[in-house]
DNA sequence: TTACGGTACGTAAGCGGTTACTCAAATACT
DNA sequence: AGTATTTGAGTAACCGCTTACGTACCGTAA
């Protein structure tokens, strides 16, 4: 890092040991406070920086934790998909800066995910990782060497520590809103992909409303679009082609979709909201500048990011505690697609 | 980290020296194959990862770049202008997992950047910075400590490594743009705030157009924003109620600005590009959503993050070599809102 | 006065690797 | 065959800091 100052010679100029030295820096205890002013003041004045490689190496604590993402290849500038996971990522530095820590992050880009974990692993506490890094197996063989904790997928393997949004309630939050408050019975759903556990708690959660409202509810999802617009927009084609009149609203799995299926219904001179309620989920920027504007569940990224890096806190703390569930309540947000008036859809 | 195999063991147990075991984990030279494989063998079998910590100790590399950004506070879900910061961290975070090193990230929160970089130095071989995260004086202090790449700003400071967008040669492009392509003479500019050198870069670009056109071109802004949408609706107000026929075109120094703007002419019954052009300045998410669709200038974020980690990584091989500063080219995004015909403009 | 607990520090043994030096054996060159 | 190199590997001195122990000194209770 750079050849400056070391604990050596500010405890030689201080005249103290590098005992002391030490417990000054960090410890705040066992010395009178005339030392410790005079070691500061040594310090300062060398402008010495404690080697945190040999300070990690003696104390065994990094003070690094990790963040492990999935990048989903070369997305363009324009790629939505990718927000939500800047947000987690944002949450995550966030919380671990207050607390004192770094962090690192690292992009699983397919495969070699777990050679990089590997790598990552060696320079951290501990890791929190998000949904889809890593296969199962390898996240198995990473949690055996720190401590891990997952975000964002609800079905936590190996006793994970975990932290997620509500997908289940939200979806059931956007379906029961288009019963009660629109007074729409004939719902549709658009899943995403079929081994994505996002879409299928969705879906669960959509299934619910219409069952709790008494009304007929599938055992599995009509169609399934991939999560991107124009994914959606496919999928609803071929719903569309498979009824003789369109459905009077369609819950999709996420925004990208829906907003692909916003433009089915224009082709197909559809009129939304007024003849087919349109909604979606996760609250993408876009969301609110489409036409009409789409009311869709927001998922607390960011608070995820935050949350899980705090679970790891305390779980570096205490690794014997409980395994630590924490799942976000997620926000439903009313724009106009479904039927709701404009006015407050526009901020 | 964990309190596994060391390199005793496994050179105990493969039957060599400690030295060997440890060239054969990177030096790639000096042993023979056999070696190589009996000692790979015995880590393997002992699933041993060398200790990060003691790696760099001993070696005074840690293997770890880091990366400095501003946090504009509490910025909302839907916050536009944070998008930009999360392109440079993904575009860093890949040229640095690509090269093998780890990246660590930390948003400087107005006060205390420096206490932060400080604990971020000691961790990292190097920093690259974006504009913004640090004070001139802090970032002095850093940069002699470990070499330090900057990000964003055209003014970079101290001598040190550069990476950045050609601002002046997109608002130059577009500004040209408006005359060549659409005949246009009268051209506005909304500048962002005074002290931001990409807003005054901006300024010079369109300046240069509007003279290599033998046009007249103002010396200084005419009206500036913050770069907000409210900001540069007033700004556009302030304009517009300063002279008696509104501009041709305006060209806006960022696209939160112009989408203000766009609100404005509304107001006023002025149809955009009809009557007035406006272009913005970095293709944030929404200018393709806007109606209607923004023209912009497209800036690489991801591109610098990548370069800039490229570049530190390069002089942390060669510290002496002579300062690099990188300005990599802007794109002309053309859409509807200068007059361009509406089809590829919606994606 | 003596015994004892508490404070304020110092000593020095690690922490787990890296790497400059050595050295013997194998190989290459005259 | 004799010598100069190269190759394969070992020894051990660090890297800079933390921390378990040990010690000297001081105040206090018995």
Redesign the pocket.
């Known amino acids: 890092m750079n050849?400056k100052?070391?604990?050596?010679e500010?405890?030689r100029m201080s005249?103290?040991?590098?005992?002391?030295?030490?417990?000054v820096?960090?410890?705040g205890?066992?010395?009178?406070a005339?030392?410790?002013d005079s070691v500061l003041q040594v310090a300062a004045q060398l402008g010495?920086?404690?080697?945190h490689?040999?300070?990690s190496?003696?104390?065994?604590?990094a003070g690094i934790v990790g963040l492990l993402f999935p990048d989903f290849g070369e997305d363009g500038p324009g790629s939505e998909s990718a927000l939500y996971v800047d947000q987690v990522i944002r949450g995550a530095e966030r919380a671990a800066t207050l607390a004192g820590d770094a962090i690192l992050i690292a992009a699983t880009r397919g495969h070699g995910g777990l050679e990089l974990a590997r790598s990552v692993v060696g320079k951290v506490d501990g890791l929190v990782v998000l949904a889809g890094s890593l296969a199962a197996k390898d996240l198995a063989a990473i949690s055996t060497r720190v401590p891990v904790v997952l975000m964002a997928t609800h079905t936590a393997p190996h006793g994970l520590d975990f932290v997620g949004a509500d997908n289940r309630g939200g979806a059931a939050a956007i379906t029961a809103h288009l019963i009660s408050a629109h007074r729409i019975k004939d719902i549709a759903f658009v899943a995403g992909p079929r081994r994505s556990p996002d879409s299928r708690e969705r879906f669960v959660g959509y299934r619910q409303a219409l069952v709790a409202a008494g009304l007929q509810a599938p055992a599995s999802p009509e169609v399934h679009g991939d999560f991107t617009e124009s994914g959606g927009a496919e999928a609803l084609e071929t719903l569309l082609a498979g009824r003789r009149t369109p459905p009077r609203a369609v819950v999709f799995g996420n925004d990208e979709m829906a907003i692909g299926g916003l433009a089915v219904l224009r082709r197909h001179k559809l009129r939304v909201a007024a003849e087919v309620a349109v909604t979606g989920f996760d609250d993408i920027a876009t969301a609110r500048h489409v036409r009409p504007t789409l009311t869709t569940v927001r998922q607390p990224m960011r608070d995820i990011g935050e949350t899980a890096v705090g679970t790891l806190l305390a779980r570096l703390a205490d690794r014997s505690a409980p395994r630590q569930t924490t799942v976000l309540p997620t926000d439903l947000v009313l724009r106009t697609s479904c039927g709701c008036s404009t006015r407050g859809g526009s901020k």
Chains 1, 2 share one sequence.
């Open positions: 050849d100052a070391t604990i050596y500010v405890a005249g103290f040991s590098t005992a002391t030295v030490s417990r820096m960090h410890d205890t066992g010395f009178s005339t030392t410790r010495w920086v404690p080697n490689s040999a300070r190496l003696a104390s065994r604590r």
